[in-house]
């Protein structure tokens, strides 16, 4: 079983640019959720992904955007990068059986070791 | 609005020693609570969850609901526990959409 991969490890950018992090699940996992976490501060929700499709957001701008692939791999793009954006970015995968299902025995969500983002 | 409040960012305890870690969330419903952890040089992972009250590594953590809590227990500290505790909430977006802590690093000293 293949666990949670981020690239790239880290990168740097400038603001104003543009960045594309990606995230492959972990084997049979249909779900991904991404995070942001800034230095000192616990992971914060930015979207998900359920076979493709959007499955929620949070309190995040809309030049924070992702994809999901037909092999539930995916990418999370930033536009118009801001210094606010330097963070760690996670990304995590689950399987989940449908939208609104708790299913206690598949839910659990293994994240990946995450990309560092440093915004100069 | 969906918080979860871990009131301490430092913990340290000597080997041996009881710990808590203190979690207080706010949510109107009803939520699922999670504690994560993440050991140094790793990658975040769940340690356990209130719905399935099992005790991992010998830690177990009880929801109170009319307090509000999730904390975080053990009865004898090991040099193993040192790491980031995050306590982590799901409720309104679903079950797989978490509110987390802003974190507790614990020590444990020989």
């Known amino acids: 079983e293949t666990g949670v991969t981020q690239s790239p490890t880290h990168l740097i950018k400038t603001r104003g640019q543009q960045v594309t992090l990606r995230c492959s699940s972990q084997?049979?996992?249909?779900?991904v959720s991404w995070y942001q976490q800034a230095l000192g501060q616990g992971p914060q929700f930015i979207f998900q992904?359920?076979?493709?499709?959007?499955?929620g957001r949070g309190n995040f701008p809309p030049r924070f955007s992702g994809l999901q692939f037909p092999n539930y791999s995916s990418e999370l793009n930033v536009n118009a990068l801001e210094l606010d954006d330097s963070a760690l970015y996670l990304c995590?995968?689950?399987?989940?059986?449908?939208?609104?299902?708790?299913?206690?025995?598949?839910?659990?969500?293994?994240f990946g070791p995450g990309t560092r983002l440093t915004v100069l | 609005a969906q918080r979860v409040t871990q009131p301490e960012k430092l913990l340290s305890v000597f080997k041996g020693a009881p710990v808590e870690l203190k979690c207080n969330y706010s949510y109107s419903g009803s939520p699922e609570l999670f504690w994560y952890v993440q050991y140094s040089r790793q990658r975040l992972q769940l340690l356990l969850r209130h719905i399935s009250r099992e005790s991992i590594k010998g830690f177990t953590a009880d929801l109170n609901k009319g307090e509000t809590s999730f904390h975080l227990k053990k009865p004898f500290a090991q040099e193993e526990d040192s790491a980031m505790y995050y306590c982590?909430?799901?409720?309104?977006?679903?079950?797989?959409?978490?509110?987390f802590g802003q974190g507790t690093r614990l020590t444990i000293n020989p």
């Open positions: 084997s049979g996992h249909n779900t």
């Open positions: 995590a995968s689950s399987l989940a059986r449908g939208l609104a299902a708790i299913d206690t025995s598949t839910d659990t969500q293994y």
């Open positions: 982590a909430l799901s409720g309104a977006m679903g079950a797989q959409k978490l509110v």
């Open positions: 992904y359920y076979r493709e499709e959007e499955n």
